[in-house]
Every structure is written in C-alpha cells, then in structure tokens.
C-alpha cells in the first residue's frame, strides 16, 4: 500500500494550502472502512497528530489547529484532504497522511509545509 501526499510549498502568514493524500492501490472498501490522519512533524521533535478523519464521525483537530484546519476524505477517490487556512509560522513542519486500516497501518513520505512571517 503506498500513500502519497502532496500539495506542501512555501506560503506566507495568513496564507492557505491544501495537502491532498491519496491510495490509488488500496482496494476501495479497505480505504472506505479505515480510518485516516494527518500529523506533522518539526525536526528534533515527535510527530503531532493534527486530525483524525475516522471512518464515520467528524474530523478531530489538534487544538494548535482547530478553526483554522480542514480535513475531510473523498472515499471515492481513496483521498484525503487538509485545507489550511490562517497559516503561522508554527505550522511550518513535515506533514504526513496515515490510514490505518484492516491490513495495517500506513505512512506516506510526507510533504514539506513551510510558512514565513
């Protein structure tokens, strides 16, 4: 299974990116019936979870990020998405897709967020 993320850049404050995940492999109702995540990561720190987009339910936000971060999934597409508004400099990390779902736990290679002041 391969994740692939993509949609990081270079942004100002204030600014918005949206990172797009997809898992073209993934056998559509596996991807459906998962539950997916986004989480960043700086160097020299863990990685934080930012949102959880569980398989029913709303989305979940890392206080850091609620108001201004929106996940959401297309199972259709076997994609998910992080629309990110408002950007600050503390958002600047690495940030990661991950699905766990019924044959295991899954981390794409992350894409690189960077926000100036």
């Known amino acids: 299974v391969q994740l692939q993320a993509s949609g990081g850049g270079v942004v100002q404050a204030g600014g918005s990116l949206r990172l797009s995940c997809k898992a073209p492999?993934?056998?559509?109702?596996?991807?459906?019936?998962?539950?997916m995540a986004w989480y960043r990561q700086v160097p020299g720190n863990q990685r934080e979870l930012v949102a959880s987009?569980?398989?029913?339910?709303?989305?979940d936000y890392a206080d850091s990020v609620a108001g201004r971060f929106t996940a959401s999934r297309d199972n259709g597409q076997r994609k998910v998405y992080l629309q990110m508004n408002s950007l600050k400099p503390e958002d600047t990390a690495v940030y990661f897709c991950?699905?766990?779902?019924?044959?295991?736990?899954?981390w794409g290679r992350g894409t690189q967020v960077t926000v100036s002041s």
């Open positions: 991950y699905a766990k779902v019924s044959c295991g736990e899954f």
């Open positions: 492999r993934m056998i559509l109702s596996t991807f459906s019936s998962g539950d």
């Open positions: 987009i569980r398989q029913r339910g709303s989305p």
